[in-house]
Structures are given as C-alpha cells and as structure tokens.
C-alpha cells in the first residue's frame, strides 16, 4: 500500500489463477519491443513493478520481519495485510 495516496497495490494477485500479472507482461513487451509497447512504461505498471519487488524482498527477509528487526523500514510502502503464504508456508522460494 501507498498509505501518502491510499493505493492498495497486490501486484501476484493473478498467480491465484496461474497466470503472470499484467505489469509482468507489460513490462516484458517494452523490455522487448519499446517503440511498439512504449505506453506501457507508465506509473501504475512501475509501481506494481516496485510493490512485487518489496513482497519478495519481504519474502527473504521474513524472519526478520516477523521478529520485528527488519531495519531500515521503507517510507514508501507499508504493509496492511501479511500475504497468506509468507504465514503459512505455503509458497517457497529455492534454495540456491
């Protein structure tokens, strides 16, 4: 969430129905073709970008962030819901 403007970002939302999320898609086609996708490169699509990035990041870091030591905290984002999977273990990132 981006508590300063109330937007609520859930940038995996679509992995619920196997799919890859649209920024993801969109994010692709500018990597690939960028005069043809150029309107793609807009601020919903890089703050959605930006939202994955910190749920991965707050993946890797979760025992910190459930034990309370995850230093520095962003300004930026804020978390309002613990995403289920980071709780119950239900998703796994590999080990490499």
């Known amino acids: 969430m981006l508590p300063k403007y109330g937007i609520e970002l859930t940038p995996w939302k679509r992995w619920e129905n196997q799919?890859?999320?649209d920024w993801w898609k969109r994010y692709n086609n500018v990597?690939?073709?960028?005069?043809?996708?150029?309107?793609?490169?807009?601020?919903?699509?890089?703050?959605?970008a930006v939202a994955g990035l910190f749920c991965l990041v707050l993946y890797y870091y979760q025992t910190e962030l459930f034990s309370l030591k995850l230093?520095?905290?962003?300004?930026?984002?804020?978390?309002?819901?613990?995403?289920?999977?980071?709780?119950?273990?239900?998703f796994s990132l590999p080990d490499f």
Do not use: C, I, Q
Not at 31 to 48: G, P
Not at 71 to 89: A, C, F, H, I, N
């Open 19 to 21: 799919e890859n999320p």
């Open 31 to 48: 990597k690939h073709e960028r005069n043809a996708n150029f309107k793609d490169a807009n601020l919903e699509n890089t703050l959605n």
């Open 71 to 90: 230093d520095p905290w962003t300004r930026m984002l804020s978390l309002e819901k613990v995403p289920s999977g980071l709780v119950t273990g239900k």
